[in-house]
Protein backbone atom coordinates (compact mmCIF):
# COMPACT_ATOMS: atom_id res chain seq x y z
CA UNK A 1 0.00 0.00 0.00
CA UNK A 2 1.21 3.18 -0.63
CA UNK A 3 1.89 6.05 1.85
CA UNK A 4 -0.98 8.14 0.33
CA UNK A 5 -3.42 5.49 0.59
CA UNK A 6 -2.49 5.59 4.47
CA UNK A 7 -3.24 9.34 5.10
CA UNK A 8 -6.48 9.41 5.93
CA UNK A 9 -6.53 12.59 7.53
CA UNK A 10 -3.84 15.02 8.75
CA UNK A 11 -3.09 13.37 11.42
CA UNK A 12 -1.73 10.65 9.59
CA UNK A 13 0.98 13.07 8.16
CA UNK A 14 2.49 13.79 11.73
CA UNK A 15 4.06 10.35 11.77
CA UNK A 16 6.28 10.77 8.63
CA UNK A 17 9.97 11.01 8.62
CA UNK A 18 11.68 13.54 5.86
CA UNK A 19 12.23 11.10 3.35
CA UNK A 20 8.92 9.49 4.00
CA UNK A 21 7.53 13.56 3.26
CA UNK A 22 9.63 13.57 -0.02
CA UNK A 23 8.18 10.04 -1.23
CA UNK A 24 4.74 11.00 -0.29
CA UNK A 25 4.98 14.35 -2.16
CA UNK A 26 5.92 12.22 -5.28
CA UNK A 27 2.82 9.95 -4.93
CA UNK A 28 0.65 13.02 -4.89
CA UNK A 29 1.67 14.47 -8.00
CA UNK A 30 1.76 11.30 -10.13
CA UNK A 31 -1.84 10.50 -8.44
CA UNK A 32 -2.66 14.02 -9.33
CA UNK A 33 -1.35 14.32 -12.77
CA UNK A 34 -3.48 10.33 -13.89
CA UNK A 35 -6.59 11.26 -12.01
CA UNK A 36 -6.88 14.71 -13.73
CA UNK A 37 -6.16 13.66 -16.94
CA UNK A 38 -9.20 11.31 -16.35
CA UNK A 39 -11.69 14.32 -15.49
CA UNK A 40 -10.15 17.60 -16.43
CA UNK A 41 -9.53 19.98 -14.08
CA UNK A 42 -7.13 22.30 -11.93
CA UNK A 43 -3.72 20.72 -12.31
CA UNK A 44 -1.15 23.32 -12.70
CA UNK A 45 -1.56 24.97 -9.44
CA UNK A 46 -2.11 21.70 -7.40
CA UNK A 47 1.07 20.41 -8.45
CA UNK A 48 2.72 23.69 -7.06
CA UNK A 49 1.33 23.26 -3.42
CA UNK A 50 2.02 19.56 -2.68
CA UNK A 51 4.56 20.49 -0.09
CA UNK A 52 3.24 23.44 1.07
CA UNK A 53 0.41 21.47 2.00
CA UNK A 54 1.58 18.73 3.63
CA UNK A 55 4.29 20.80 5.78
CA UNK A 56 0.76 22.76 6.26
CA UNK A 57 -1.37 19.86 8.01
CA UNK A 58 1.51 19.02 9.60
CA UNK A 59 2.24 22.26 11.29
CA UNK A 60 -1.57 23.26 12.00
CA UNK A 61 -4.46 20.99 13.70
CA UNK A 62 -7.36 20.89 11.25
CA UNK A 63 -9.91 21.21 11.72
CA UNK A 64 -9.73 22.72 14.98
CA UNK A 65 -7.06 25.35 13.42
CA UNK A 66 -8.74 26.80 10.48
CA UNK A 67 -6.95 26.12 7.00
CA UNK A 68 -8.17 28.92 3.97
CA UNK A 69 -7.51 28.49 0.86
CA UNK A 70 -7.50 31.43 -1.69
CA UNK A 71 -8.48 30.78 -4.41
CA UNK A 72 -10.22 27.12 -3.69
CA UNK A 73 -9.08 26.06 -7.24
CA UNK A 74 -5.69 25.08 -5.42
CA UNK A 75 -7.25 22.73 -2.65
CA UNK A 76 -6.49 19.57 -4.26
CA UNK A 77 -3.80 18.10 -2.41
CA UNK A 78 -5.76 19.72 0.67
CA UNK A 79 -8.92 17.31 -0.15
CA UNK A 80 -6.05 13.95 -0.48
CA UNK A 81 -4.82 14.64 2.61
CA UNK A 82 -7.97 14.82 5.04
CA UNK A 83 -10.16 11.93 3.47
CA UNK A 84 -10.79 12.50 0.00
CA UNK A 85 -8.99 10.61 -2.72
CA UNK A 86 -11.89 9.30 -4.96
CA UNK A 87 -11.10 11.35 -7.57
CA UNK A 88 -12.94 9.52 -10.70
CA UNK A 89 -16.12 11.58 -10.87
CA UNK A 90 -13.92 14.97 -9.97
CA UNK A 91 -16.28 18.10 -10.92
CA UNK A 92 -18.80 15.95 -12.11
CA UNK A 93 -22.18 15.18 -11.02
CA UNK A 94 -22.21 13.00 -7.39
CA UNK A 95 -18.65 13.91 -7.62
CA UNK A 96 -15.81 15.58 -5.41
CA UNK A 97 -16.13 19.37 -6.00
CA UNK A 98 -13.56 20.93 -7.97
CA UNK A 99 -13.12 24.08 -4.75
CA UNK A 100 -13.31 23.41 -0.89
CA UNK A 101 -16.94 21.84 -0.25
CA UNK A 102 -18.36 22.17 3.49
CA UNK A 103 -20.66 19.14 2.13
CA UNK A 104 -17.57 17.21 1.54
CA UNK A 105 -15.39 17.48 4.88
CA UNK A 106 -15.21 19.38 8.47
CA UNK A 107 -11.55 20.42 6.70
CA UNK A 108 -13.36 22.64 4.38
CA UNK A 109 -14.12 26.09 6.12
CA UNK A 110 -14.92 28.30 3.34
CA UNK A 111 -16.42 27.15 -0.67
CA UNK A 112 -14.24 29.86 -1.54
CA UNK A 113 -13.82 30.03 -5.92
CA UNK A 114 -13.55 34.01 -6.40
CA UNK A 115 -10.36 34.88 -5.40
CA UNK A 116 -9.19 37.60 -2.60
CA UNK A 117 -11.56 36.97 -0.66
CA UNK A 118 -9.92 34.47 2.23
CA UNK A 119 -7.96 37.55 3.62
CA UNK A 120 -11.22 38.84 4.91
CA UNK A 121 -12.81 35.76 6.35
CA UNK A 122 -9.48 35.14 8.34
CA UNK A 123 -9.87 38.31 9.91
CA UNK A 124 -13.28 37.59 11.04
CA UNK A 125 -12.51 33.85 12.16
CA UNK A 126 -9.52 35.46 14.06
CA UNK A 127 -11.78 38.47 16.05
CA UNK A 128 -14.17 35.39 16.42
CA UNK A 129 -11.55 33.19 18.50
CA UNK A 130 -10.35 36.80 20.41
CA UNK A 131 -13.84 37.19 21.44
CA UNK A 132 -14.68 33.89 22.51
CA UNK A 133 -11.30 33.56 24.07
CA UNK A 134 -10.34 30.91 21.84
CA UNK A 135 -6.04 31.75 22.41
CA UNK A 136 -5.28 28.11 21.34
CA UNK A 137 -6.90 27.85 17.61
CA UNK A 138 -5.01 29.57 14.51
CA UNK A 139 -6.40 30.62 11.59
CA UNK A 140 -4.09 30.15 8.41
CA UNK A 141 -4.95 32.17 4.93
CA UNK A 142 -3.41 30.46 2.05
CA UNK A 143 -3.68 33.20 -0.54
CA UNK A 144 -2.04 32.90 -4.21
CA UNK A 145 -1.87 32.38 -7.62
CA UNK A 146 -2.89 35.39 -8.68
CA UNK A 147 -5.24 36.31 -5.83
CA UNK A 148 -2.86 38.82 -4.05
CA UNK A 149 -3.23 41.31 -6.81
CA UNK A 150 -7.40 41.74 -5.70
CA UNK A 151 -7.90 45.03 -3.86
CA UNK A 152 -10.41 43.22 -1.20
CA UNK A 153 -7.05 41.39 -0.21
CA UNK A 154 -5.57 44.20 0.31
CA UNK A 155 -8.35 46.39 2.45
CA UNK A 156 -8.62 42.39 4.99
CA UNK A 157 -4.45 43.93 5.26
CA UNK A 158 -5.24 47.21 6.58
CA UNK A 159 -7.77 45.57 9.24
CA UNK A 160 -5.24 42.53 9.82
CA UNK A 161 -2.33 44.51 10.41
CA UNK A 162 -3.88 46.92 13.20
CA UNK A 163 -4.74 43.80 15.61
CA UNK A 164 -1.10 43.45 16.88
CA UNK A 165 -2.09 40.27 19.28
CA UNK A 166 -4.97 38.56 16.60
CA UNK A 167 -3.24 35.43 16.04
CA UNK A 168 -3.49 35.21 12.54
CA UNK A 169 -0.97 33.53 9.48
CA UNK A 170 -0.98 34.35 6.11
CA UNK A 171 0.87 32.60 3.55
CA UNK A 172 1.49 33.42 0.34
CA UNK A 173 1.91 31.08 -2.32
CA UNK A 174 3.93 33.16 -4.82
CA UNK A 175 3.83 31.32 -8.17
CA UNK A 176 4.58 34.16 -10.10
CA UNK A 177 1.22 33.43 -11.78
CA UNK A 178 -2.88 33.38 -11.82
CA UNK A 179 -4.12 31.98 -15.00
CA UNK A 180 -0.82 33.66 -16.89
CA UNK A 181 1.86 35.47 -15.28
CA UNK A 182 1.00 37.79 -12.58
CA UNK A 183 1.19 41.57 -12.82
CA UNK A 184 1.76 44.88 -11.44
CA UNK A 185 3.28 46.69 -9.12
CA UNK A 186 2.65 44.05 -6.35
CA UNK A 187 4.12 41.64 -8.55
CA UNK A 188 7.33 43.63 -8.97
CA UNK A 189 7.88 43.55 -5.54
CA UNK A 190 7.29 40.05 -4.63
CA UNK A 191 10.06 39.43 -7.50
CA UNK A 192 12.19 41.80 -5.64
CA UNK A 193 11.60 39.56 -2.54
CA UNK A 194 12.63 36.23 -4.93
CA UNK A 195 16.12 37.80 -5.44
CA UNK A 196 16.98 38.80 -2.00
CA UNK A 197 16.44 35.62 0.15
CA UNK A 198 20.20 35.48 1.38
CA UNK A 199 19.57 39.08 3.05
CA UNK A 200 18.83 37.52 6.46
CA UNK A 201 21.98 35.33 6.16
CA UNK A 202 23.96 38.38 5.29
CA UNK A 203 22.68 40.41 8.25
CA UNK A 204 23.54 37.59 10.83
CA UNK A 205 27.07 36.82 9.05
CA UNK A 206 27.35 40.63 9.51
CA UNK A 207 26.39 40.89 13.23
CA UNK A 208 28.70 38.06 14.48
CA UNK A 209 31.41 39.68 12.88
CA UNK A 210 30.44 43.36 14.29
CA UNK A 211 30.46 41.96 17.27
CA UNK A 212 33.12 39.93 17.56
CA UNK A 213 35.78 43.35 16.83
CA UNK A 214 37.72 44.00 19.78
CA UNK A 215 36.49 47.06 21.76
CA UNK A 216 34.26 48.99 19.16
CA UNK A 217 31.83 46.07 18.12
CA UNK A 218 29.30 46.22 20.34
CA UNK A 219 28.61 50.42 20.04
CA UNK A 220 29.50 49.96 16.30
CA UNK A 221 26.62 47.57 16.19
CA UNK A 222 24.16 49.65 18.03
CA UNK A 223 24.83 52.41 15.95
CA UNK A 224 24.50 50.59 12.64
CA UNK A 225 21.14 48.93 13.92
CA UNK A 226 19.61 51.86 14.24
CA UNK A 227 20.16 51.84 10.66
CA UNK A 228 18.87 48.40 10.27
CA UNK A 229 14.97 49.89 8.76
CA UNK A 230 16.68 51.50 6.08
CA UNK A 231 19.06 49.37 4.74
CA UNK A 232 16.49 46.22 5.06
CA UNK A 233 14.27 48.14 2.55
CA UNK A 234 17.14 48.62 0.29
CA UNK A 235 18.30 45.17 -0.14
CA UNK A 236 14.69 43.33 0.53
CA UNK A 237 11.72 45.77 1.10
CA UNK A 238 9.58 43.18 2.88
CA UNK A 239 9.20 46.75 4.65
CA UNK A 240 6.26 46.63 2.66
CA UNK A 241 4.59 44.22 5.04
CA UNK A 242 6.11 45.51 8.14
CA UNK A 243 5.27 48.86 7.84
CA UNK A 244 1.77 47.60 7.77
CA UNK A 245 2.29 45.40 11.22
CA UNK A 246 2.59 42.21 9.77
CA UNK A 247 5.74 40.17 11.04
CA UNK A 248 6.94 38.87 7.48
CA UNK A 249 8.90 35.39 7.35
CA UNK A 250 10.81 34.77 3.93
CA UNK A 251 11.14 34.27 1.16
CA UNK A 252 11.40 30.42 1.85
CA UNK A 253 11.69 27.35 -0.61
CA UNK A 254 7.70 26.29 -1.20
CA UNK A 255 9.08 22.45 -2.41
CA UNK A 256 11.02 22.21 1.17
CA UNK A 257 8.64 20.81 3.76
CA UNK A 258 11.31 21.21 6.45
CA UNK A 259 11.52 24.96 5.66
CA UNK A 260 7.79 25.79 5.40
CA UNK A 261 7.46 23.76 9.24
CA UNK A 262 10.28 25.59 10.45
CA UNK A 263 8.57 29.02 9.32
CA UNK A 264 5.58 27.98 10.30
CA UNK A 265 6.44 27.58 13.64
CA UNK A 266 8.21 30.65 14.38
CA UNK A 267 4.63 31.74 12.87
CA UNK A 268 2.69 29.88 15.36
CA UNK A 269 5.22 31.22 18.63
CA UNK A 270 4.65 34.66 17.59
CA UNK A 271 0.80 36.20 19.01
CA UNK A 272 0.36 38.42 16.02
CA UNK A 273 -0.21 38.40 12.52
CA UNK A 274 2.78 37.26 10.54
CA UNK A 275 3.23 36.65 6.98
CA UNK A 276 5.00 33.68 5.49
CA UNK A 277 6.03 34.25 1.91
CA UNK A 278 6.61 31.25 0.04
CA UNK A 279 8.06 30.34 -3.24
CA UNK A 280 6.36 27.65 -5.18
CA UNK A 281 6.02 26.28 -9.09
CA UNK A 282 2.80 26.21 -10.80
CA UNK A 283 3.10 22.68 -12.62
CA UNK A 284 6.37 21.39 -10.79
CA UNK A 285 7.16 18.13 -11.52
CA UNK A 286 5.03 17.40 -14.75
CA UNK A 287 7.31 18.45 -17.96
CA UNK A 288 3.74 19.57 -20.32
CA UNK A 289 2.98 22.08 -17.33
CA UNK A 290 6.12 23.56 -17.42
CA UNK A 291 6.60 23.84 -20.54
CA UNK A 292 3.24 25.65 -21.58
CA UNK A 293 3.82 29.42 -20.97
CA UNK A 294 0.09 30.46 -21.68
CA UNK A 295 -0.82 29.32 -18.51
CA UNK A 296 0.99 26.48 -16.88
CA UNK A 297 -1.59 23.89 -17.28
CA UNK A 298 -4.00 26.15 -15.14
CA UNK A 299 -6.99 24.08 -16.30
CA UNK A 300 -7.08 20.81 -18.87
CA UNK A 301 -9.62 18.31 -20.15
CA UNK A 302 -9.62 15.08 -20.18
CA UNK A 303 -6.11 14.52 -21.48
CA UNK A 304 -3.30 11.80 -22.44
CA UNK A 305 -1.24 11.55 -18.58
CA UNK A 306 2.06 11.10 -20.41
CA UNK A 307 2.02 13.73 -22.89
CA UNK A 308 -0.57 16.17 -21.99
CA UNK A 309 -2.30 16.22 -25.48
CA UNK A 310 -5.96 16.22 -25.40
CA UNK A 311 -7.64 12.67 -25.71
CA UNK A 312 -10.69 14.15 -27.79
CA UNK A 313 -9.07 17.42 -29.45
CA UNK A 314 -11.83 19.82 -29.73
CA UNK A 315 -14.43 19.94 -32.06
CA UNK A 316 -16.62 22.92 -33.03
CA UNK A 317 -16.38 26.49 -32.81
CA UNK A 318 -16.04 28.31 -29.29
CA UNK A 319 -18.42 31.34 -28.64
CA UNK A 320 -15.19 32.53 -27.14
CA UNK A 321 -12.67 32.30 -30.38
CA UNK A 322 -16.16 33.48 -32.32
CA UNK A 323 -15.67 36.64 -29.76
CA UNK A 324 -11.87 36.66 -30.11
CA UNK A 325 -11.75 36.86 -33.84
CA UNK A 326 -14.43 39.14 -34.19
CA UNK A 327 -12.30 41.68 -32.11
CA UNK A 328 -9.42 41.76 -33.87
CA UNK A 329 -11.46 42.67 -36.72
CA UNK A 330 -12.56 45.37 -34.93
CA UNK A 331 -9.55 46.70 -33.49
CA UNK A 332 -8.16 46.93 -37.35
CA UNK A 333 -10.96 49.35 -38.37
CA UNK A 334 -11.51 51.08 -34.85
CA UNK A 335 -8.40 52.44 -33.28
CA UNK A 336 -10.75 53.70 -30.35
CA UNK A 337 -11.84 50.13 -29.33
CA UNK A 338 -8.86 49.12 -26.74
CA UNK A 339 -9.45 46.15 -24.35
CA UNK A 340 -9.53 44.90 -20.68
CA UNK A 341 -9.67 41.73 -18.61
CA UNK A 342 -9.01 40.68 -15.20
CA UNK A 343 -6.06 37.86 -15.31
CA UNK A 344 -7.58 35.91 -18.18
CA UNK A 345 -6.70 37.33 -21.33
CA UNK A 346 -6.26 33.66 -23.04
CA UNK A 347 -9.80 32.32 -21.09
CA UNK A 348 -11.75 35.02 -22.40
CA UNK A 349 -10.86 35.47 -26.00
CA UNK A 350 -8.18 38.21 -26.30
CA UNK A 351 -4.88 36.99 -26.76
CA UNK A 352 -5.07 37.54 -30.77
CA UNK A 353 -6.15 41.42 -29.73
CA UNK A 354 -3.15 41.67 -27.54
CA UNK A 355 -0.87 40.16 -29.94
CA UNK A 356 -2.28 42.18 -33.10
CA UNK A 357 -2.13 45.68 -30.91
CA UNK A 358 -0.50 45.10 -27.70
CA UNK A 359 -0.30 48.87 -26.57
CA UNK A 360 -4.27 48.55 -26.80
CA UNK A 361 -4.99 46.18 -23.95
CA UNK A 362 -4.12 45.88 -20.08
CA UNK A 363 -4.10 42.84 -17.71
CA UNK A 364 -4.97 44.28 -14.79
CA UNK A 365 -4.92 41.48 -12.16
CA UNK A 366 -8.10 40.01 -10.51
CA UNK A 367 -9.50 43.63 -9.45
CA UNK A 368 -12.81 43.42 -11.45
CA UNK A 369 -13.82 46.89 -9.69
CA UNK A 370 -10.63 48.16 -10.80
CA UNK A 371 -11.30 47.15 -14.30
CA UNK A 372 -15.06 48.60 -14.97
CA UNK A 373 -13.75 51.66 -13.29
CA UNK A 374 -10.43 51.99 -15.26
CA UNK A 375 -12.68 51.19 -18.15
CA UNK A 376 -14.88 54.90 -17.16
CA UNK A 377 -11.79 56.55 -17.31
CA UNK A 378 -10.81 55.31 -20.71
CA UNK A 379 -14.35 55.77 -21.86
CA UNK A 380 -14.24 59.41 -20.78
CA UNK A 381 -10.58 59.85 -22.43
CA UNK A 382 -11.99 59.29 -25.95
CA UNK A 383 -11.56 55.58 -26.23
CA UNK A 384 -14.25 52.95 -26.67
CA UNK A 385 -13.20 49.73 -23.95
CA UNK A 386 -14.23 46.17 -24.28
CA UNK A 387 -13.91 44.52 -20.79
CA UNK A 388 -13.97 41.14 -20.82
CA UNK A 389 -14.92 38.90 -18.00
CA UNK A 390 -16.31 35.91 -16.95
CA UNK A 391 -20.30 36.63 -15.90
CA UNK A 392 -19.77 35.42 -12.47
CA UNK A 393 -16.93 38.16 -11.88
CA UNK A 394 -18.60 41.14 -12.99
CA UNK A 395 -21.05 40.61 -9.84
CA UNK A 396 -17.82 42.07 -7.80
CA UNK A 397 -18.02 45.31 -9.94
CA UNK A 398 -22.00 45.84 -10.16
CA UNK A 399 -21.45 49.16 -8.08
CA UNK A 400 -18.54 50.30 -10.27
CA UNK A 401 -20.81 49.22 -13.35
CA UNK A 402 -23.54 51.22 -12.07
CA UNK A 403 -22.12 54.40 -10.91
CA UNK A 404 -18.65 54.85 -12.65
CA UNK A 405 -19.73 53.33 -15.95
CA UNK A 406 -23.97 54.28 -15.96
CA UNK A 407 -23.91 57.45 -13.88
CA UNK A 408 -21.62 59.05 -16.45
CA UNK A 409 -22.76 57.64 -19.37
CA UNK A 410 -19.63 55.92 -20.76
CA UNK A 411 -19.52 53.89 -23.35
CA UNK A 412 -18.19 50.75 -22.28
CA UNK A 413 -19.10 47.43 -23.55
CA UNK A 414 -18.84 44.71 -21.11
CA UNK A 415 -18.48 41.27 -22.76
CA UNK A 416 -19.79 38.22 -20.46
CA UNK A 417 -17.90 34.92 -21.31
CA UNK A 418 -19.30 32.40 -19.30
CA UNK A 419 -22.78 33.55 -18.98
CA UNK A 420 -25.86 31.44 -17.61
CA UNK A 421 -25.22 27.75 -16.78
CA UNK A 422 -21.14 26.35 -16.83
CA UNK A 423 -21.57 23.10 -14.96
CA UNK A 424 -18.77 21.76 -13.45
CA UNK A 425 -17.25 24.88 -12.26
CA UNK A 426 -20.12 24.70 -9.48
CA UNK A 427 -22.28 26.82 -7.71
CA UNK A 428 -19.83 29.81 -7.92
CA UNK A 429 -18.98 30.51 -11.58
CA UNK A 430 -22.58 29.60 -13.10
CA UNK A 431 -23.32 33.43 -15.14
CA UNK A 432 -26.75 32.81 -13.81
CA UNK A 433 -27.23 36.37 -12.13
CA UNK A 434 -26.25 38.91 -14.41
CA UNK A 435 -29.45 39.67 -16.35
CA UNK A 436 -30.81 40.25 -13.37
CA UNK A 437 -28.27 42.21 -11.53
CA UNK A 438 -28.25 44.12 -14.34
CA UNK A 439 -31.44 45.13 -14.89
CA UNK A 440 -31.60 47.59 -12.45
CA UNK A 441 -29.15 49.61 -14.03
CA UNK A 442 -30.57 52.97 -15.94
CA UNK A 443 -29.18 53.35 -18.95
CA UNK A 444 -27.72 49.80 -19.46
CA UNK A 445 -28.24 47.89 -23.00
CA UNK A 446 -28.06 43.73 -22.77
CA UNK A 447 -27.53 41.36 -25.78
CA UNK A 448 -27.70 37.82 -25.94
CA UNK A 449 -27.08 36.56 -29.27
CA UNK A 450 -28.56 32.87 -30.48
CA UNK A 451 -25.17 32.54 -32.68
CA UNK A 452 -21.80 33.26 -34.35
CA UNK A 453 -23.62 35.78 -36.98
CA UNK A 454 -25.81 37.38 -33.89
CA UNK A 455 -23.04 37.52 -31.83
CA UNK A 456 -20.35 39.50 -34.43
CA UNK A 457 -23.08 42.12 -35.03
CA UNK A 458 -24.30 42.80 -31.53
CA UNK A 459 -20.88 43.37 -30.79
CA UNK A 460 -20.65 45.55 -33.63
CA UNK A 461 -23.64 47.16 -32.24
CA UNK A 462 -22.33 47.59 -28.63
CA UNK A 463 -19.34 49.06 -29.64
CA UNK A 464 -21.04 51.92 -31.94
CA UNK A 465 -22.76 53.08 -28.66
CA UNK A 466 -21.06 55.68 -27.26
CA UNK A 467 -22.88 57.48 -24.31
CA UNK A 468 -24.69 54.29 -22.35
CA UNK A 469 -22.87 50.75 -20.98
CA UNK A 470 -23.21 47.77 -22.93
CA UNK A 471 -22.87 43.91 -22.40
CA UNK A 472 -23.09 41.25 -24.66
CA UNK A 473 -23.29 37.71 -22.95
CA UNK A 474 -22.47 34.56 -24.07
CA UNK A 475 -21.78 30.91 -22.61
CA UNK A 476 -19.37 28.26 -21.91
CA UNK A 477 -20.24 26.01 -24.70
CA UNK A 478 -19.82 25.34 -28.83
CA UNK A 479 -21.23 27.78 -31.19
CA UNK A 480 -24.11 25.70 -33.44
CA UNK A 481 -25.28 26.04 -36.52
CA UNK A 482 -26.72 29.96 -37.35
CA UNK A 483 -30.84 30.33 -36.59
CA UNK A 484 -32.20 31.90 -39.41
CA UNK A 485 -35.36 34.69 -38.78
CA UNK A 486 -38.03 34.48 -40.61
CA UNK A 487 -39.31 37.73 -39.84
CA UNK A 488 -38.63 40.70 -37.84
CA UNK A 489 -40.56 42.93 -35.34
CA UNK A 490 -39.48 46.16 -34.27
CA UNK A 491 -35.79 44.98 -33.10
CA UNK A 492 -36.86 41.14 -32.51
CA UNK A 493 -36.08 38.01 -34.74
CA UNK A 494 -39.32 35.89 -35.13
CA UNK A 495 -37.50 32.71 -35.87
CA UNK A 496 -41.20 30.78 -36.39
CA UNK A 497 -44.78 31.77 -37.27
CA UNK A 498 -48.01 29.70 -36.78
CA UNK A 499 -51.16 29.92 -38.84
CA UNK A 500 -52.43 29.99 -35.39
CA UNK A 501 -50.73 31.90 -32.44
CA UNK A 502 -51.65 30.60 -28.96
CA UNK A 503 -48.35 31.20 -27.16
CA UNK A 504 -45.56 33.76 -27.42
CA UNK A 505 -42.56 32.20 -26.50
CA UNK A 506 -39.55 34.67 -26.15
CA UNK A 507 -36.11 32.80 -26.50
CA UNK A 508 -33.03 34.45 -24.71
CA UNK A 509 -30.27 34.29 -26.16
CA UNK A 510 -29.00 30.34 -26.83
CA UNK A 511 -32.19 29.20 -25.58
CA UNK A 512 -33.27 29.81 -28.92
CA UNK A 513 -32.66 26.27 -29.96
CA UNK A 514 -34.55 24.69 -27.10
CA UNK A 515 -37.27 26.68 -27.69
CA UNK A 516 -37.85 25.90 -31.43
CA UNK A 517 -37.40 22.45 -30.52
CA UNK A 518 -40.39 23.20 -27.68
CA UNK A 519 -42.70 24.93 -30.08
CA UNK A 520 -42.46 21.79 -32.29
CA UNK A 521 -43.43 19.84 -29.60
CA UNK A 522 -46.55 22.46 -28.78
CA UNK A 523 -47.27 22.49 -32.64
CA UNK A 524 -47.90 18.29 -32.75
CA UNK A 525 -50.38 19.05 -29.76
CA UNK A 526 -52.34 21.40 -31.66
CA UNK A 527 -50.98 24.56 -30.01
CA UNK A 528 -49.30 27.04 -31.89
CA UNK A 529 -46.22 28.88 -31.15
CA UNK A 530 -44.37 32.09 -32.17
CA UNK A 531 -40.76 32.16 -31.26
CA UNK A 532 -39.12 35.24 -31.01
CA UNK A 533 -35.76 36.47 -30.41
CA UNK A 534 -35.42 40.02 -28.73
CA UNK A 535 -31.57 40.14 -29.93
CA UNK A 536 -31.21 43.14 -27.20
CA UNK A 537 -33.25 42.05 -24.07
CA UNK A 538 -32.73 44.81 -22.13
CA UNK A 539 -34.68 47.07 -22.65
CA UNK A 540 -37.96 45.24 -23.46
CA UNK A 541 -38.33 45.98 -27.22
CA UNK A 542 -41.14 48.71 -27.49
CA UNK A 543 -42.93 46.09 -29.93
CA UNK A 544 -43.54 43.40 -27.66
CA UNK A 545 -46.27 44.49 -25.88
CA UNK A 546 -48.11 44.78 -29.43
CA UNK A 547 -47.35 41.36 -30.31
CA UNK A 548 -47.87 39.63 -26.95
CA UNK A 549 -51.59 40.66 -27.52
CA UNK A 550 -51.83 38.52 -30.59
CA UNK A 551 -51.45 35.52 -28.62
CA UNK A 552 -52.93 33.50 -25.38
CA UNK A 553 -50.37 33.57 -22.99
CA UNK A 554 -46.63 34.58 -23.05
CA UNK A 555 -43.25 32.46 -21.85
CA UNK A 556 -40.23 33.31 -21.52
CA UNK A 557 -36.89 31.10 -21.81
CA UNK A 558 -34.00 32.11 -20.06
CA UNK A 559 -30.83 30.94 -18.46
CA UNK A 560 -30.69 33.06 -15.72
CA UNK A 561 -32.17 33.76 -12.59
CA UNK A 562 -36.23 33.94 -12.83
CA UNK A 563 -35.89 36.61 -9.91
CA UNK A 564 -35.14 39.91 -11.75
CA UNK A 565 -34.39 38.54 -15.41
CA UNK A 566 -35.89 39.00 -18.67
CA UNK A 567 -39.06 37.13 -17.74
CA UNK A 568 -39.66 39.74 -15.09
CA UNK A 569 -38.49 42.91 -17.84
CA UNK A 570 -41.34 41.28 -19.87
CA UNK A 571 -43.74 41.34 -17.74
CA UNK A 572 -43.49 44.57 -16.55
CA UNK A 573 -43.54 45.65 -20.04
CA UNK A 574 -46.82 43.98 -20.15
CA UNK A 575 -48.15 45.40 -17.23
CA UNK A 576 -47.24 49.04 -18.03
CA UNK A 577 -48.77 48.58 -21.29
CA UNK A 578 -52.43 47.02 -19.72
CA UNK A 579 -52.24 43.78 -22.10
CA UNK A 580 -53.21 41.01 -19.44
CA UNK A 581 -51.80 37.79 -20.57
CA UNK A 582 -50.88 35.09 -18.51
CA UNK A 583 -46.87 34.94 -18.18
CA UNK A 584 -44.77 31.67 -17.87
CA UNK A 585 -40.93 32.77 -17.13
CA UNK A 586 -38.75 29.19 -17.96
CA UNK A 587 -35.53 29.88 -16.25
CA UNK A 588 -33.00 29.40 -13.08
CA UNK A 589 -34.65 29.12 -9.67
CA UNK A 590 -33.42 31.24 -6.63
CA UNK A 591 -30.60 28.49 -5.45
CA UNK A 592 -26.63 27.22 -5.91
CA UNK A 593 -26.24 24.65 -8.87
CA UNK A 594 -23.88 22.00 -7.69
CA UNK A 595 -21.58 20.74 -10.59
CA UNK A 596 -22.44 18.67 -13.57
CA UNK A 597 -22.38 19.15 -16.93
CA UNK A 598 -23.95 21.97 -18.55
CA UNK A 599 -26.62 19.41 -20.20
CA UNK A 600 -27.15 17.85 -16.62
CA UNK A 601 -27.84 20.86 -14.82
CA UNK A 602 -30.09 22.28 -17.89
CA UNK A 603 -31.78 18.87 -17.40
CA UNK A 604 -32.51 18.52 -13.82
CA UNK A 605 -34.00 22.67 -14.15
CA UNK A 606 -36.71 21.51 -17.10
CA UNK A 607 -34.77 23.39 -19.37
CA UNK A 608 -35.23 21.06 -22.13
CA UNK A 609 -37.71 20.92 -25.14
CA UNK A 610 -40.25 18.57 -23.40
CA UNK A 611 -39.98 20.21 -19.82
CA UNK A 612 -40.85 23.59 -22.03
CA UNK A 613 -43.40 22.08 -24.19
CA UNK A 614 -45.40 20.35 -21.11
CA UNK A 615 -44.73 23.47 -18.59
CA UNK A 616 -46.46 25.94 -21.23
CA UNK A 617 -49.16 23.01 -22.13
CA UNK A 618 -50.23 22.97 -17.98
CA UNK A 619 -50.59 26.86 -17.67
CA UNK A 620 -52.83 26.92 -20.48
CA UNK A 621 -54.98 24.09 -18.96
CA UNK A 622 -54.53 25.71 -15.60
CA UNK A 623 -55.92 28.45 -16.36
CA UNK A 624 -58.37 27.47 -18.85
CA UNK A 625 -57.58 30.10 -21.22
CA UNK A 626 -60.14 29.28 -23.93
CA UNK A 627 -59.85 30.86 -27.39
CA UNK A 628 -61.92 33.25 -28.66
CA UNK A 629 -62.90 32.16 -32.20
CA UNK A 630 -64.02 36.11 -32.96
CA UNK A 631 -60.57 37.32 -31.83
CA UNK A 632 -58.40 38.03 -34.50
CA UNK A 633 -54.73 38.45 -33.75
CA UNK A 634 -53.26 42.03 -33.03
CA UNK A 635 -51.50 43.26 -36.17
CA UNK A 636 -47.96 43.53 -35.83
CA UNK A 637 -45.52 45.77 -37.98
CA UNK A 638 -43.30 43.92 -40.04
CA UNK A 639 -39.62 44.60 -41.42
CA UNK A 640 -37.68 42.76 -44.38
CA UNK A 641 -34.87 40.60 -42.11
Request: proline residues 5%.
Amino acid sequence: MSLLENIRGPRDLKALGTEDLNELAEEIRHFLVHAVARTGGHLGPNLGVVELTIALHRSFDSPSDRVLWDTGHQSYVHKLLTGRQDFSKLRSKGGLSGYPSREESEHDVIENSHASTVLSWADGLAKANQVLGHWNRHVVAVIGDGALTGGMAWEALNNIAAAKDRQLIIVVNDNERSYAPTIGGLADHLATLRTTDGYERFLARGKETIQGLPLIGKPLYESLHGAKKGFKDAFAPQGMFEDLGLKYLGPIDGHDVAAVESALRRAKRFHGPVLVHCRTEKGRGYRPALEDEADRFHTVGVMNSLTGEPLTPATGTSWTSVFGDEMVRIGAERPDVVALTAAMLHPVGLTGFAAAYPDRVWDVGIAEQHAATSAAGLATGGLHPVFAVYATFLNRAFDQVLMDVALHKCGVTFVLDRAGITGTDGPSHNGMWDMSVLQVVPGLRIAAPRDATRLRTQLREAVDISDAPTVVRFPKATVGPDIPAVDRVGGMDVLTRPETPDVLLVSVGTMAEVALEAADLLAARGTGCTVVDPCWVKPVDPEMPALAAGHRMVAVVEDNSRTGGVGWAVAQALRDADVDLPLETIGVPEQFLAHAKRSEVLADLGLTPAEIAGRISAVLARKDVGRDPGRAAAPARKESV
